[in-house]
């Protein structure tokens, strides 16, 4: 029935909405209608940006998303489908300095205290608590409510729950995921939307993925057909002293001879001097004998990036 995400990391505003676009060309259900969208920008101010149909990839066609926004590390979405009731911040509350929140289904409808539960949470960070202990107090305090709700610190802590009554949805799904460095994270509640059960997770790391910024590309070698290969148990690129492709490792393909396809495999290493320097960011599709290189992408030559590990 609706989809909430929040996200911290380098252009989190991007991020979520080109993901959420992606998602939207092949998921079916309650998407691609309304979103709601809110950041803590750079400027240290709360920035907004709405459309009633037409899902995130409307809302960036149209060029209703400022560059504070996209570029904001902080940010919190909803979206289901087209024509929710006005005003469409009520899905997702901020304020500078302390916090955003989001969530699924009905996280604008009132709880116990009176407020909505959305705003519930953001006064319980207000008053300094975590987004955990906030979103699990409001949750725990309203066990029947229709919701669910995530809640991103200013400082880009980030926690998410359904309550008791949405726990028994079968179609209810989410995700958690951060990046290898600890940088970058997202959250992820949704149902109503299939797929339901891988959704959050391919959602998650497009996410992720976009936010986390490019590895520094150290140099580039050339591959060419008929330059040598050696095999051995481990494939990569061996560089001469003065960074010159000296040659290529390929795996022994278990003893056989004659042409084959093959890779150097992910991440391949880059060795100078008999010790790795970095490893390969491009891994194309070669085809070899057990001396020498045929082709590379079907053709003559190509190139491969690498990145130091040093």
């Not at 953001?122 to 725990?140: F, I, N, S, Y």
Request: one cysteine or more; hydrophobic letters at 40%.
């Amino acid at each position: 029935m609706t989809i909430g995400i929040a996200a911290h990391g380098p252009g989190a505003g991007r991020a979520i909405l080109t993901s959420l676009g992606s998602i939207e060309a092949f998921a079916t259900g309650a998407i691609g209608g309304f979103v709601s969208v809110a950041g803590l920008g750079y400027d240290g101010s709360i920035h907004r940006a709405e459309i009633q149909n037409g899902g995130g990839r409307a809302l960036l066609d149209q060029g209703r998303v400022s560059e504070l926004l996209l570029s904001a590390r902080s940010v919190v979405l909803m979206s289901s489908g087209p024509n929710r009731p006005e005003p469409l911040s009520q899905f997702t509350p901020a304020l500078a300095g302390v916090g955003l929140v989001t969530g699924h289904r009905f996280p604008n409808n009132r709880g116990l205290d009176g407020r909505s539960l959305a705003e519930s949470v953001l006064a319980a960070m207000t008053r300094g608590e975590t987004p955990q202990d906030a979103v699990q107090a409001v949750v725990r305090s309203n066990p029947n409510a229709d919701a669910g709700l995530i809640a991103l610190s200013a400082d880009g802590e980030i926690f998410a729950a359904d309550t008791s009554f949405i726990a028994r949805f079968g179609d209810r799904g989410g995700a958690f995921r951060e990046s290898v460095d600890g940088r970058s994270r997202v959250a992820i509640l949704h149902n109503g939307i299939e797929p339901s059960e891988n959704l959050g997770s391919l959602l998650a790391e497009l996410i992720v993925k976009a936010m986390t910024p490019s590895p520094l590309v150290v140099g580039t070698v050339e591959l060419c057909a008929g330059m040598p290969v050696s095999l051995g148990d481990e494939a990569g690129l061996v560089l001469s002293e003065t960074g010159e492709l000296k040659t290529m490792r390929l795996v022994d393909n278990a003893g056989a001879r004659g042409v084959w396809s093959c890779g150097i495999g992910y991440l391949a290493p880059v060795w100078r001097s008999g010790r790795q320097i970095g490893h390969c960011l491009d891994e194309p599709f070669l085809v070899s004998d057990a001396e020498k290189l045929i082709s590379v992408n079907g053709r003559t030559r190509g190139l491969v990036r690498w990145t130091s590990v040093e």
